[in-house]
């Protein structure tokens, strides 16, 4: 479903990332890990479209997006769901207008049928009767949920979570990741997720990648992992600042 093929983007003389190869089949969990500021987030952008890489290519379900225009392009882009790491939900809106928000200026839908479409969509995340409130009103792993109904309402082949669980507690991350669990098998959808906390990506994926100095160093299953002798995955998974790893290295 998607494919990297020798990404490289540099920013100025920052090279953040160098030759990334990556392969993500359709319908499985994936997790892409890598320490806060190794370039995750840029390389989301750049499978999104949203960033263009320098060189090399970037195939979503079988088309090389790096060569196509933004009409063309903007038509594979419907393949995606995204739910951003702070929720991005609209405060001037309500829930409802929120999760019904593609619907509204992207399709001929009836205001009646985009409403019922919000609710139903907002039953599947175990959100209902808060249709009408605003973004204010509910708690930080609410709006995670809200943010994933809004990304899962025009059904999307690929869902990319970035930092899910960031800046919620603990019951509420359990809920997230059990929610996650849920979409992936019930929708039978891609799911790409992006962090740095380990624990909750593990419970998620079937297969993962570690992204460090811009390349990919490790890319296999969670049994792979185990028996993986690169003392800087070791480093990785230990938690420790003992290593080939040094403090400022992403």
């Known amino acids: 479903m998607i494919k990297l093929e020798n990404i490289c983007k540099s920013f100025g003389l920052k090279n953040v990332l160098d030759g990334v190869n990556l392969t993500v089949n359709e319908g499985e969990a994936f997790l892409l890990i890598g ?20 060189s090399g290519s970037i195939f979503i379900d079988g088309v090389d997006i790096t060569k196509l ?21 609209f405060d001037f809106l309500t829930i409802e207008e929120n999760v019904g928000f593609y619907l509204r200026h992207h399709t001929d839908m009836k205001v009646g049928e985009i409403r019922k479409k ?12 808060i249709e009408d ?7 930080g792993g609410m709006k995670k949920r ?14 990319i979570y970035d930092e899910p669980t960031t800046g919620i507690d603990p019951i509420a991350v359990d809920k997230i990741v059990s929610l996650i669990q849920d979409l992936h098998y019930r929708l039978k959808i891609t799911s790409l997720v992006v962090t740095h906390d380990l624990e909750v990506g593990l419970k998620i994926a079937e297969r993962l990648a570690f992204l460090l100095g811009g390349r990919i160093i490790f890319e296999g299953s969670k049994e792979d992992l185990k ?10 998974l230990m938690g420790s600042s003992a290593g080939p790893i040094k403090e400022m290295e992403v």
């Open 35 to 54: 320490r806060s500021g190794a370039g995750k987030t840029v390389l989301l952008k750049n499978i999104m479209g949203l960033l263009r890489p320098d």
């Open 69 to 89: 225009d933004k009409q063309d392009f903007d038509q594979v882009r419907l393949k995606f769901g995204l739910v951003f790491q702070s929720a991005a939900l």
């Open 118 to 129: 919000a609710k139903e969509t907002l039953a599947l995340v175990g959100l209902e009767g």
């Open 133 to 139: 409130q605003y973004p204010y009103q509910l708690s």
């Open 146 to 159: 809200v943010a994933i109904a809004r990304a899962i309402i025009y059904s999307p082949k690929i869902l």
């Open 227 to 236: 028996t993986n002798r690169d003392p800087r995955v070791h480093q990785f």
